[in-house]
């Protein structure tokens, strides 16, 4: 892993451009967790966000987390930020050491890779145990070096690389925006997750079905659409199942309605 200096291309420019345009309209932690699990899916994929904001004359951090899995419990996340031992606390610690981008996954070597650093490894199967596994992470500081809000994005798709790292330092400073401007209206509570909203997205759709979404906004049959995507029609019709239970909606038509209410087109 090195430095990255390729920068986005044209279209994750624009998509970067719609996000932070539409990040702007976020007043309410539903529109957060809506937002994360739309177009920011595409950008920079992950299951579970733990996002940690220090509000004024507070020394602490107050955490939020956004699940988006149901192998992610709350145990789990008390497990990772509630303690001195807490894997997202020794985060924390190691990145005010450097206050770049930190990794931590298995098989990782400690160091240092030029716009990131790996501060630790965790014991084998440390990572499985509390289902945080292939995390990124970074923060905001102040110019005294106080912590101002931390993010650390986990169960990550594929290996980490330098361009995970290069898109949180221009993502995280969006979202420390975002989570000050829910934590202004008081809709953060210290120990709630998107589990006490089950109207949202249960679980991120995947590629293959946004897809399947697509053609299902323009009234294609579950015939059609296997034609077109080279599928069997029972394999449409097991992910349309899936859509419409990930969405939390009955029908072909209301998952329209709803993947465009996410900003899933």
Known sequence: MTSYSEGLTTEESGLFIELFETSLRINQREQLFSWLQGSFQYLFPHEVLLCGIRPENEQSLHFESFISTRYVTEQHIQQATKTAEGLITRGITAWK????????????GVGDYGNHHVPFVE????????ELKNMAAHGLASRTGEVLSFFSFSRIPGQLSA?????????VPHLHAVLLRICTTKDVRPGMTNRSLPALVARPISAREKEVLNWLQAGKTNAEIAAILGISPMTVKNQVHSILRKLGVENRSNAASKAKELGLF
Not at 163 to 171: G, I
């Open 97 to 108: 050491s450097h206050h770049r981008p930190i990794f931590i996954a298995d098989g990782l």
């Open 123 to 130: 014991a084998p199967g440390a990572l499985q145990q509390i």
């Open 163 to 171: 361009k995970h790292a290069y898109l949180l330092e221009l993502l």
